[in-house]
């Protein structure tokens, strides 16, 4: 391995991965919903969250909307 290298040539580029990183988020879930998801989890081996994750992507890429009705 050469001791010193030249960096000054180089040129930039941006990160073609951008895209696809995940921005951490604080949510609150309430506690049946995330022993859903880690019964999942144990299933499955894939960790809860990511679990989560996929099926919120799934969310967004079919478009599915919550459909709810309050009760009067």
Do not use: A
Request: charge should be positive; aromatic fraction near 12%; proline fraction near 4%.
């Amino acid at each position: 391995m050469k001791d010193h290298y030249d960096f000054s040539k180089m040129k930039g580029r941006k990160n073609p991965y951008i895209k696809y990183l995940k921005q951490p988020v604080t949510m609150r879930l309430d506690c049946d919903s995330v022993d859903y998801f880690k019964s999942l989890s144990e299933e499955s081996g894939i960790p809860y969250q990511t679990l989560i994750n996929l099926y919120l992507r799934d969310c967004t890429m079919t478009h599915r909307k919550l459909k709810m009705q309050w009760q009067s």
